[in-house]
Every structure is written in structure tokens, then in C-alpha cells.
């Protein structure tokens, strides 16, 4: 892994990169990574594009880019939950190649649906395109709520 570059303040400042920052703090049960930076624990979801170059075109996921993928939407999930007061719950159904689809599910209303493909490449050029994706997808996703908010509701 490659040395990251010291993160701006504001991308830490994300409503949604503080929501998966307490998602994966909320996993450590030992407190082992209690004194890591936020940075430390979100250097997995840095893949610099020469990193994903030199990755092959085509590979299966391991099980640690799929669990780091399913963190991503479960902090989407939650910053929505925390912006509208609603519970938006990820399903994701993926091939063991990497392919397939993620939606949000708010009431009985799809709010976000993203198809998923080479997730073994899953990651982001530093951590504030990490906190502009992940605030992009929750925009989306309030926006359809907003749109249908008796279907968000029922």
C-alpha cells in the first residue's frame, strides 16, 4: 500500500465518512483499533489509480474489498437514516466474480439502485472523492425520498 497523502479536513467533516468511520469502530469489539486515526481506518478504501492498474482486468473480489463495499453502502444507508429520520437498509447480491447490484431500501420505496462491477478494483483516488461518492449516492437517495415520501413511509 502506498503512503497516503495527509486528508483534508473537510472530508473527514462528511456526514457520511463519520458515519463509516462509527461503523467500523462499532466492529471493534477489543478496542485494538481504538487509538487508530480515522485516517488508518479508512486507508483500505484508498486504491490510487496506479494501484488499480496494476490490478488485473478481470479477478475475483476478495472477501475484505466485498466487506469494505458492504460497508460503504451500510454508511450510506445510515447517513440517510440520520438526515431523514428514515431506515435505509442495503441489499447487495453479487457474483463471485465481482458483478452485480446494490439497492437501498427505505419503507417500501428502492431510493438508490447502483449495478456493482470489478469490485476486486472497489476503491477511491483519496479521501475526498471517498466522502464525495459516498455523499453523492446519499443525495441521490433523499432526493427519490423526497420525491416519494409516503412510499419511504408505509
Do not use: N
Not at 465518512?17 to 469502530?25: D, F, P, Q, T, Y
Not at 449495478?115 to 472523492?129: A, C, K, P, Q
Request: glycine share 6%; proline share 5%; net charge negative.
Amino acid at each position: 500500500m502506498t503512503a497516503l497523502a495527509a486528508p483534508k479536513d473537510d472530508a473527514f467533516d462528511s456526514p457520511f465518512v463519520k458515519s463509516l468511520v462509527s461503523l467500523i469502530r462499532a466492529e471493534d469489539s477489543f478496542g485494538a483499533w481504538e487509538r487508530r486515526s480515522d485516517a488508518r481506518l479508512l486507508e483500505d478504501f484508498i486504491v490510487t489509480r496506479a494501484e488499480k492498474r496494476e490490478m488485473p482486468m478481470m479477478a475475483d473480489p476478495d472477501p475484505d474489498t466485498v466487506d469494505r463495499v458492504e460497508k460503504f453502502y451500510k454508511a450510506v444507508g445510515l447517513t440517510i437514516e440520520k438526515r431523514c429520520g428514515l431506515m435505509a437498509s442495503p441489499m447487495m447480491k453479487m457474483s463471485h466474480e465481482g458483478f452485480g447490484r446494490v439497492v437501498l431500501l427505505v419503507g417500501r420505496l428502492v431510493a438508490f439502485s447502483k449495478s456493482l462491477r470489478d469490485v476486486h478494483r472497489f476503491g477511491f483516488e483519496d479521501f475526498e472523492t471517498l466522502a464525495a461518492e459516498g455523499m453523492k449516492a446519499v443525495e441521490q437517495a433523499v432526493a427519490v425520498i423526497e420525491r416519494f415520501p409516503d412510499v419511504a413511509r408505509a
